[in-house]
């Protein structure tokens, strides 16, 4: 992709076509949204009858919305925030029931007015992460549910998430660029924001499960699984209720 500039954001209108396809430059996406719906709980539906409004769900940076076909039947409306136009066409046709243009860094929404909010591989763009993670904190209502993911400052994932992943000629290499290691989010300074805002996270690594890899890459699967680990080096996910 000539001409793509490092975490230049509405650059991600030009992948528009490219996020659902399993051996593109975003296909790595689509298993770490399968891994994060894990983590999504079922919406409390039990007999709400029809006064108690359907619970929320809010996709900050939703791209593509490949999540959204992983939060089929967990009982929520969807909505999904991006700053690319195209992105959000493609995410309407995926199971987001409402979309905005927005910045994740001012959200145009109400305090405490989502059951569950989400934010994908999108903290590793943006210039202060952690006051993104705090406006996260804010639409969440007490009791709701936190989980972010995102790619650690450490040397590893500099070496694992940009100059292999991003060199090697393997199906589903990110575009050059993709990564700028400077943006990478600390993990310690990212929990105590959280905590300071009501959110106590729990973090886990996710890394691919290495038999799917090689047979993805012989292009016998079209996915790959992610599986929890202890290591947060590379990839890490965090998960928290709200106070
Ligand atoms: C790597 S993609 C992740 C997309 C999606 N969360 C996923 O996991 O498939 C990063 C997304 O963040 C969006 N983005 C980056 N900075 C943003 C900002 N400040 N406000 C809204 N969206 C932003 C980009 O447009 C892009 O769709």
């Known amino acids: 992709m000539s001409g793509y500039r490092r975490n230049f954001i509405s650059d991600y209108d030009g992948l528009a076509g490219q996020w659902w396809d399993p051996r593109g430059p975003l ?17 409390n539906t039990a007999d709400g ?32 925030v991006d700053l690319s136009a195209m992105a959000l066409k ?13 910045d994740i860094t001012r959200l145009p929404f109400a305090d405490a007015s989502f059951d569950v909010v989400t934010a994908g591989q999108c903290l590793e763009h943006v210039p202060d992460p952690y006051a993104v993670v705090a406006e996260l904190c804010r639409v969440l209502r007490p009791g709701g549910t936190l989980i972010v993911d995102t790619i650690p ?16 000629p393997l199906p589903g290499r990110p575009a050059r660029g993709t990564h700028d290691h400077r943006l990478f989010v600390n993990r310690e300074r990212l929990t105590r ?17 290495f038999r799917d890899f090689i047979r993805y890459l012989a292009g016998r699967r079209e996915e790959v699984r992610m599986v929890p680990i202890t290591s947060t080096s590379v990839l890490y996910l965090g998960v928290g209720t709200k106070r």
């Not at 359907?54 to 593509?64: E, I, K, P, S, T």
């Open 90 to 102: 493609e995410a309407l046709g995926h199971g987001f029931d409402a979309v905005a243009r927005a």
């Open 27 to 43: 296909a790595p996406l689509g298993w770490i949204a399968r891994a994060r719906a894990e983590f999504v709980p079922a919406a």
């Open 193 to 209: 924001v959280a905590r300071a805002h009501g959110v106590e996270l729990r973090l886990l690594g996710l890394r691919p499960r």
């Open 153 to 168: 400052d450490t040397r590893t994932a500099r070496l694992v998430a940009i100059t292999l992943a991003e060199n090697l």
């Open 49 to 80: 009858g029809a006064d108690i409004p359907q619970a929320r769900l809010l996709d900050v940076a939703c791209g593509g919305g490949l999540f959204g076909p992983h939060l089929a039947g967990k009982g929520y409306r969807v909505f999904g």
